[in-house]
Each structure stands twice: as C-alpha cells, then as structure tokens.
C-alpha cells in the first residue's frame, strides 16, 4: 500500500557520518511505521526501498561528503513493506570550524506531476542498474541530463516547482 504525507508535513531526520539515525520526528515515525527505539542507532537505509536506483544514492553521498546539498526525489519503504514518496533535501551538519559531523534532511510532499515525471527515468536506471550495474546506470542519467540540456539539480528543483 502507498502512502502519503499531507501537504504541510515535513519528515526530518539526522544521523552521524555513518548514516545512523540520530534523530527523527513524529511524522517521520507515523509515516514510517516504527517506533524512534527501533530507528535511533540504524542505519538510515533502513527504510530504503528497491524500487529506487542506487545511482541516486551514490550521488547523494557524493554531494553531501562534499559539503554541498542536495535535492532528490525518494521511494521509501515502511516497517510493514508499505512504500511512500518524497521529495528530500539532504544538507550537511558542520561544527563551528566548518568540520562535517552529520547531515540533516528535510522531506515533503512531492508533487504529483514531478512523480508522474521522475517514475519512469527511475525505471529506466533501475533497468540499466540490473543489466550493466552502477556505471550503466550513471551513464544512462548523465545522457539523459544532456539531452534534456539540464544539471541534476535543475532537473529536480524544477520537477518540484
């Protein structure tokens, strides 16, 4: 079954360099489906769904070890194999002397056309993932990104816009 958050809800979530869970919010516990004692000290991908390609992630880490942000449309999976869309944005956390100690995301309602727009792209990279692996599946988007004559950024803000 998918779910959904409402329009004004936001999930927020921390972990450490790891990608622990340090912190989460009611919302991201409703939606969920866990209790903060079964995800405090888990690895984030925990919620991680299979129908989401790992080119993604792998930018995502890229980006956010980096210092930089990052926005990325998300297919979570629930505790009880329930699924939900987001549209996350992933930042680092930085001490005062600018040292990375974690990162910080935000996840709100995606709208429908952006998925409408994004599902099919991420069905195309999940293709390529299972036939030629990571590389296929970041040759694939970066082809895609120039025929569309947009970054990865532009291309996903503007989904969301």
């Given amino acids: 079954m998918e ?14 360099l ?5 912190y989460v919010n009611k919302i991201f516990m409703d939606l969920a489906e866990y209790t903060e004692e079964e995800l405090l000290g888990k690895p984030h991908s925990i919620i991680r769904h299979e129908g ?10 890229e980006r956010i070890q980096a210092k930089e942000e990052i926005f990325a449309f998300v297919l979570n ?8 869309w987001v549209f996350a944005n ?9 040292k990375l100690i974690g ?8 709208k429908e056309s952006a998925l409408n727009a994004i599902k099919p792209v991420y069905q195309l990279l ?26 990865y950024d532009e291309l996903i803000i503007g989904l969301q816009k």
């Fill in 77 to 84: 999976k629930t505790k009880n194999a329930n699924s939900y």
């Fill in 126 to 151: 999940l293709d390529a993932e299972k036939s030629g692996g990571m590389n296929a599946s970041e040759k694939l988007l970066e082809n895609f990104l120039n025929e569309k004559g947009v970054s």
């Fill in 90 to 98: 992933v930042t680092p956390s930085l001490d005062k002397n600018g």
């Fill in 18 to 22: 790891q990608g622990r869970i340090t």
């Fill in 52 to 61: 989401m390609p790992k080119i993604v992630f792998k930018l995502l880490w």
């Fill in 3 to 16: 779910r959904s958050l409402n329009e004004n809800d936001f999930i927020v979530s921390k972990t450490d």
């Fill in 103 to 110: 990162y910080y995301s935000v996840r709100r309602k995606p």
